[in-house]
């Protein structure tokens, strides 16, 4: 059993579990439900924005504790005046140590919030809602073809939007008509190996009507101008930050030298 399947399993439990705590007509009565959603194609198609969706991670399957004294309030408030384009959030708590509440403490931020977790049931889109999100991740590797396209659909409905992660080729058939923004992870969930020119030929295969994002692996500024040279508009990265002494120090940092590069 890989961590993605044993992820899966304890996320059915789970799911299970939030249902009769929480109902979902409980959960479209909170107060952040009936705000209207930034729009993260809006946000990465900003020529004048920098394309990073910044992440606060506490601490991952595979490199354990990353940071677990940043303030998520103090982090993504200087990810967004810094110049990110978008928010993620980790919501996972047993696997990546995150919890809705951090997200719901972001939401005073004015730009997209992804709410990063594994989303395999309608009620934790209903959840995203509730918390703030803007945006859902999907990720091909945990859910058929089928089932991508009935939550991007049910999520859009809700007036979230929907970026679909994918990693190899044979997940190309997860793309559908409500996925307008695909994301490319540098990292196999089940081995957590990167490796960027496998995603940058994969990148190529995706329609040209989507918007890419490369997700994962990013340690430097010279990546990121390789892969906008590939197409991609959006940029996802967490640990490069959230692993310095200081990530929003980093990440100030980090915006400077693109800036520099561009």
């Known amino acids: 059993m890989t961590i993605l399947d044993k992820i899966i399993e ?67 408030k200087a990810y967004t005046e810094n110049g990110a384009s978008c928010l993620s959030v980790l919501t996972d708590e047993i696997f990546f140590g995150g919890t809705t509440n951090d997200l719901t403490k972001a939401r005073i931020n004015n730009i997209p919030i992804l709410r990063k977790d594994f989303i395999i049931d309608e009620y934790q889109i209903i959840e995203a809602k509730s918390m703030g999100a803007d945006v859902i991740l999907l990720i091909a590797a945990c859910l058929t073809p089928q089932r991508v396209k009935e939550l991007a659909i049910f999520a859009t409905s809700l007036g979230l939007e929907v970026l679909l992660e994918i990693h190899a080729e044979e997940e190309l058939v997860h793309i559908c008509d409500e ?41 430097n500024v010279e990546t990121i101008n390789i892969f906008k040279n590939a197409g991609f508009k959006g940029f ?17 940092e980090f915006v400077k030298q693109l800036k520099a590069s561009a």
Do not use: W
């Open 10 to 76: 304890q996320k059915a439990i789970e799911v299970a579990e939030r249902k009769l705590q929480t109902s979902a007509e409980e959960l479209r009565n909170s107060p952040l439900y009936s705000r209207t959603c930034f729009s993260l194609k809006q946000f990465l198609l900003d020529e004048t924005k920098t394309g990073i969706i910044a992440e606060f991670k506490r601490q991952s399957p595979s490199k354990g504790v990353i940071n677990a004294t940043a303030d998520v309030v103090d982090v993504t």
């Open 179 to 219: 996925t307008a923004i695909v994301g490319v992870n540098n990292r196999d969930l089940k081995t957590f190996t990167v490796d960027i020119n496998r995603s940058i030929a994969l990148s190529k295969q995706i329609p040209a009507d989507k918007i890419k994002v490369a997700e994962s692996g990013i340690h």
């Open 236 to 252: 996802l990265i967490g640990e490069n930050f959230m692993k310095q002494p200081n990530p929003t120090i980093a990440f100030a």
